[in-house]
């Protein structure tokens, strides 16, 4: 399918060939401006942007880069390519011709998966929505509003799915998107972590490395999936997925290269002078990554869950990378997990394998955090110092799944409400650390100027020089 880039709705999936979808979302579209002016990036829709723009998913025009005003970004609905003859690749279809339609008996599953992968997109946006006003840079405000306007199309490819596929329903999901709001009493976003606010730049930076992530995976989970067209939006919203967690991987080595410095300067590590040389201490850094690395956790779902089994049996949603496991059915495997034993230590029990994706995908996750942490710590190694950030185990701070609320150390060790109330302030963010942290965002918006908490970055974005205008007022 050609992709028409001149068109109101960029696209590649021939919306000029469908008039009644076409207009359904022609509909849709002032809709959506409505939500980007009143809850997405404020004050700076008169600025012109250095943005990166999908004009089709080829290599030459998925990545197109110019100045933009970002209420005129093109949102277009762009799908990967189709391959030839694709067959589903796991569960008890395995092997048959995947579906270019929703077939009746998943229709509600499906709908439930997209409109809640949907959901993430917008709430991001509205978590973000100040943080251009404490930018470091101009290089990391364009890359805020670079994750900004791309959201915004994530929302487009699932809004598109809802309405090419699920009918009147679909399009109710559709406005529904628009209605629910981070952090609302009455109407929030449906996952928790979407309603956290992110109110400065070290949370942003903790977000779009960790929970960008869980976004990579969910993603990748559903490229899998036997429904086509989800498979081929999710294929290519995973090319632009990429520069969020780069923004986020690169943000916080930067915030910790910048402390390092610092450390070296005073000729010590101790948190209060560094507090008082405007840096953020290494502590702090690691409560932030504890708090949003066991909040992503939570977005896997439980550790064994029968919606997961039944997604995994039907075709729905499936593993990462399913190519690379040797059983695509697990109709007799098995999974150990570890349990709180409800005494103070852990069990093991055997589940099925099927039951157990959650859990398959969150460890793969983990493992994928984990290499963000080597480079982190590299910095600390080659400065010579000791101190090393480490992720939390995964039964650390759970809401969701085996180990919701039950207390136990960074390290997984179950311990006492006592002890771990004893110790919170020192593995979680306090109000003061978080004050602290509020204290230093203060915007910098001269050209190559960069705030005195962080690094520069090594590089600037498409080549360009890191003191390039990357964004221009008006
Ligand atoms: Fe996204
Ligand atoms: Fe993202």
């Given at each position: 399918?050609?992709?028409?880039?001149?068109?109101?709705?960029?696209?590649?999936?021939?919306?000029g060939?469908?008039?009644?979808?076409?207009?359904?979302?022609?509909?849709?579209?002032?809709?959506?401006?409505?939500?980007?002016?009143?809850?997405?990036?404020?004050?700076?829709?008169?600025?012109?942007?250095?943005?990166r723009?999908?004009?089709?998913?080829?290599?030459?025009?998925?990545?197109?880069?110019?100045?933009?005003?970002?209420?005129?970004?093109?949102?277009?609905?762009?799908?990967?390519?189709?391959?030839?003859?694709?067959?589903?690749?796991?569960?008890?279809?395995?092997g048959?011709?995947?579906?270019?339609q929703?077939?009746?008996?998943?229709?509600?599953?499906?709908?439930?998966?997209?409109?809640?992968?949907?959901?993430?997109?917008?709430?991001?946006?509205?978590?973000?929505?100040?943080?251009?006003?404490?930018?470091?840079?101009?290089?990391?405000?364009?890359n805020?509003?670079?994750?900004?306007?791309?959201?915004?199309?994530?929302?487009?490819?699932?809004?598109y799915?809802?309405?090419?596929?699920?009918?009147?329903?679909?399009?109710?999901?559709a406005?529904?998107?628009?209605?629910?709001?981070?952090?609302?009493?009455?109407?929030?976003?449906?996952?928790?972590?979407?309603?956290?606010?992110?109110?400065?730049?070290?949370?942003?930076?903790?977000?779009?490395?960790?929970?960008?992530?869980?976004?990579?995976?969910?993603?990748?989970?559903?490229?899998?999936?036997?429904?086509?067209?989800?498979?081929?939006?999710?294929?290519?919203?995973?090319?632009?997925?990429?520069?969020?967690?780069?923004v986020?991987?690169?943000?916080?080595?930067?915030?910790?290269?910048?402390?390092?410095?610092?450390?070296?300067?005073?000729?010590?590590?101790?948190?209060?002078?560094?507090?008082?040389?405007?840096?953020?201490?290494?502590?702090?850094?690691?409560?932030?990554?504890?708090?949003?690395?066991?909040?992503?956790?939570?977005?896997?779902?439980?550790?064994?869950?029968?919606?997961?089994?039944?997604?995994?049996?039907?075709g729905?949603?499936?593993?990462?990378?399913?190519?690379?496991?040797?059983?695509?059915?697990?109709?007799?495997?098995?999974?150990?997990?570890?349990?709180?034993?409800?005494?103070?230590?852990?069990?093991?029990?055997?589940?099925?394998?099927?039951?157990?994706?959650?859990?398959?995908?969150?460890?793969?996750?983990?493992?994928?955090?984990?290499?963000?942490?080597?480079?982190?710590?590299?910095?600390?190694?080659?400065?010579?110092?000791?101190?090393?950030?480490?992720?939390?185990?995964?039964?650390?701070?759970?809401?969701?799944?085996?180990?919701?609320?039950?207390?136990?150390?960074?390290?997984?060790?179950?311990?006492?409400?006592e002890?771990?109330?004893?110790?919170?302030?020192?593995?979680?963010?306090?109000?003061?650390?978080?004050?602290?942290?509020?204290?230093?965002?203060?915007?910098?918006?001269?050209?190559?100027?960069?705030?005195?908490?962080?690094?520069?970055?090594?590089?600037?974005?498409?080549?360009?020089?890191?003191?390039?205008?990357?964004?221009?007022?008006h």
């Open positions: 399918m050609e992709s028409n880039y001149q068109d109101r709705i960029p696209n590649n999936v021939g919306l060939t469908n008039r009644t979808l076409q207009r359904a979302l022609e509909h849709w579209q002032p809709e959506f401006l409505n939500w980007w002016h009143g809850l997405g990036p404020s004050d700076f829709n008169a600025s012109s942007v250095y943005l723009t999908a004009i089709s998913v080829d290599t030459k025009g998925w990545a197109t880069f110019d100045y933009v005003k970002m209420p005129d970004y093109r949102w277009g609905i762009f799908l990967a390519q189709e391959a030839t003859d694709r067959r589903v690749g796991f569960g008890d279809h395995f048959q011709p995947v579906w270019q929703v077939p009746g008996e998943h229709r509600s599953t499906l709908r439930r998966l997209i409109v809640t992968q949907g959901d993430t997109e917008p709430a991001s946006v509205e978590q973000q929505r100040l943080l251009g006003h404490t930018a470091p840079s101009l290089y990391d405000l364009r805020l509003f670079q994750v900004n306007v791309e959201e915004g199309r994530h929302l487009w490819a699932m809004v799915l809802l309405h090419a596929y699920f009918g009147r329903d679909g399009r109710e999901e406005e529904e998107l628009l209605e629910r709001h981070s952090g609302d009493a009455d109407k929030p976003r449906i996952l928790s972590t979407f309603n956290e606010p992110i109110s400065d730049w070290l949370s942003f930076y903790m977000f779009t490395y960790f929970t960008d992530r869980d976004g990579k995976f969910q993603l990748k989970s559903l490229a899998e999936s036997s429904f086509d067209p989800l498979s081929r939006t999710c294929k290519f919203m995973l090319t632009e997925e990429a520069h969020h967690m780069f986020g991987d690169t943000g916080i080595g930067r915030v910790i290269k910048r402390t390092i410095e610092v450390m070296k300067e005073l000729g010590n590590d101790d948190p209060i002078a560094l507090r008082k040389a405007g840096v953020v201490d290494l502590p702090t850094i690691q409560k932030y990554l504890n708090f949003w690395f066991s909040s992503s956790l939570d977005l896997f779902g439980g550790d064994s869950s029968s919606n997961a089994a039944s997604y995994f049996a039907n729905l949603k499936g593993r990462p990378d399913e190519i690379k496991y040797e059983d695509h059915f697990e109709r007799e495997s098995s999974f150990t997990l570890e349990l709180p034993d409800g005494k103070g230590g852990v069990r093991e029990e055997r589940i099925p394998m099927r039951n157990a994706v959650n859990e398959v995908v969150r460890e793969a996750y983990v493992r994928d955090c984990e290499k963000g942490l080597a480079r982190w710590n590299r910095h600390l190694e080659e400065a010579g110092y000791p101190y090393r950030m480490t992720l939390p185990s995964t039964r650390f701070r759970r809401t969701v799944g085996s180990w919701a609320n039950v207390p136990t150390k960074p390290d997984g060790t179950p311990i006492s409400r002890e771990l109330n004893a110790h919170l302030d020192e593995w979680l963010p306090t109000s003061d650390d978080r004050a602290y942290v509020h204290s230093l965002m203060k915007g910098v918006f001269e050209r190559g100027k960069m705030a005195s908490w962080i690094a520069p970055p090594e590089r600037g974005i498409n080549t360009q020089p890191v003191d390039f205008e990357y964004v221009i007022f």
